[in-house]
């Protein structure tokens, strides 16, 4: 079965660059029929994508998060990370990875979730 | 503000059918891009629901189906449990914001 688990700090500062991993295990990262994202909700707020990359290191990203987003992967971990900069407290969320099938553009499997606090 | 459009609630008793909606544009659902559901209880992972519009993943009861018709979609709930109180949320593709995933706003389920 497989499976993903987002891990990194709870609380980050303003201003500051956040970054998060996501560990799959049961499964191979590098599947040419998925891609693999990351997906945030603040609080009381509703799921926003913030983007996806491919084994091959492809990504796009969501327009409004594309100047502060940087999600890179390593193959030989199995892993893939998210890097979110210049912090705000509007950053405050519940963050999970997924992974995202290439075909229906469906998410199939979520990591928990990890929630991230950006204050001073 | 979300590209796809939910009722932020909708309730109902117990056995009886719901139906979530999300409304799009034709630069997303009404340009043919497949539609999503997710269940999403709180403090847990989301849960793929419906998938290509209307295929269910192994393990979602049939009491779940999906439609898509021009520039919406629906969500269906039959024979309403207490255990089917949660978010729901659906998302699709749009062409129009740089080849994007986009999201509902989320619609809460009540069941009375």
């Known amino acids: 079965q497989l499976q993903l688990q987002e891990s990194g700090p709870g609380l980050a500062k303003p201003s500051e660059t956040l970054s998060l991993t996501c560990t799959v295990s049961?499964?191979?990262?590098?599947?040419?029929?998925?891609?693999w994202g990351w997906i945030r909700q603040p609080p009381g707020k509703g799921l926003e994508w913030i983007g996806s990359i491919y084994y091959s290191g492809s990504t796009y990203y969501n327009p409004s998060l594309k100047s502060r987003v940087i999600i890179s992967v390593d193959t030989s971990k199995n892993q893939f990370s998210l890097k979110l900069n210049s912090l705000t407290a509007a950053d405050t969320a519940m963050f999970y990875c997924?992974?995202?099938?290439?075909?229906?553009?469906?998410?199939?499997?979520w990591g928990q979730g990890t929630l991230v606090i950006v204050s001073s | 503000q979300s590209v796809l459009t939910q009722p932020p609630s909708v309730s109902g008793a117990p056995g009886q059918r719901v139906t979530i909606s999300c409304t799009g544009s034709s630069s997303n659902i009404g340009a043919g891009y497949d539609v999503h559901w997710y269940q999403h209880l709180p403090g847990t992972a989301p849960k793929l629901l419906i998938y290509?519009?209307?295929n269910r993943p192994s393990g979602v009861p049939d009491r779940f189906s999906g439609s898509k018709s021009g520039t919406s979609a629906s969500l269906a709930i039959t024979g309403l449990r207490a255990e089917d109180e949660a978010d729901y949320y659906c998302?699709?593709?749009?062409?129009?914001?740089?080849?994007?995933?986009?999201f509902g706003g989320g619609t809460k389920l009540t069941v009375l």
């Open positions: 997924a992974r995202r099938d290439n075909a229906g553009g469906h998410f199939d499997y």
């Open positions: 998302q699709s593709y749009d062409r129009s914001l740089s080849a994007s995933v986009v």
């Open positions: 049961g499964g191979s990262i590098s599947s040419s029929v998925h891609y």
């Open positions: 290509y519009n209307n």
